[in-house]
């Protein structure tokens, strides 16, 4: 491996974990938006979004330049496809915690504060498997990487979980359906941060191990 390459490498891991670090402090300023109902922090947070974008282009023209000029094999080969799926999905999680913010707006308007389901709960595993993701990245660690893909399941099942107590106070407080969907929407933009971190969780496994563990912890359809 040449010095220059070594180099390259070593500058694709400092921007893919800045990309992350920036993703992560989205998502827990968004967190801390809805859970205050924070229309002002909210709006700094959409504003960010653009900045974690264009990191991600950053990324990814970084990958294919080494790609196309060192044309790596084995391991180093296994991390530059890997740090390209992950920029995908860190970038996926920034755009949904923008989400977040934007309904956070809507949410504001209403006076009620009642959730009928456990959305801080909800919210806390979201930035857990957010934070555990990327600290597997971080730390070149499968272990830390298995543990979230363990828990995607308990987040779908909050998920359903959510779907159905939002389904029975729409049918009590039909007046008010605008304001659950809202919640609903929440509950089903924490799900797909889940499942993006639980990618982000694969791929660090197969760049490490050199395994594809994709598709084996079941069915997520919901």
Known sequence: MSRHFEKEIEKLKKKILHLSAM????????????????????RQIIDVDDQIDDMEVDVEE???????????????????IAVLKINNDLERIGDLAGNIAKRTTSLA????????????????????????????????????AREVCSSDDHMDEMHRLAFKAVQEEIRKKPERVEYYILLLSISR?????????????????????????????????F
């Open 23 to 42: 993703v992560e402090e989205s998502l827990t300023l968004a967190v801390k938006a809805v859970t205050e109902r924070d229309s002002e922090l909210a």
């Open 62 to 80: 970084e990958c294919l330049k080494i790609l196309a000029l060192h044309q790596p094999v084995a391991i180093d080969l296994r991390f530059i």
């Open 189 to 221: 933009i924490l799900e797909r941060i889940a499942d993006h971190a639980t990618n982000i969780a694969e791929d660090v496994t197969y760049m490490v191990e050199g395994e594809i563990i994709r598709h084996r912890g079941g069915e997520h359809d």
């Open 109 to 144: 308007q209403w006076e009620t504060r009642e959730v009928p389901y456990d959305l801080p709960e909800m919210l806390k595993m979201a930035v857990s498997m957010v934070k555990k993701s990327t600290d597997a990245l971080i730390n070149m660690n499968s272990d830390q």
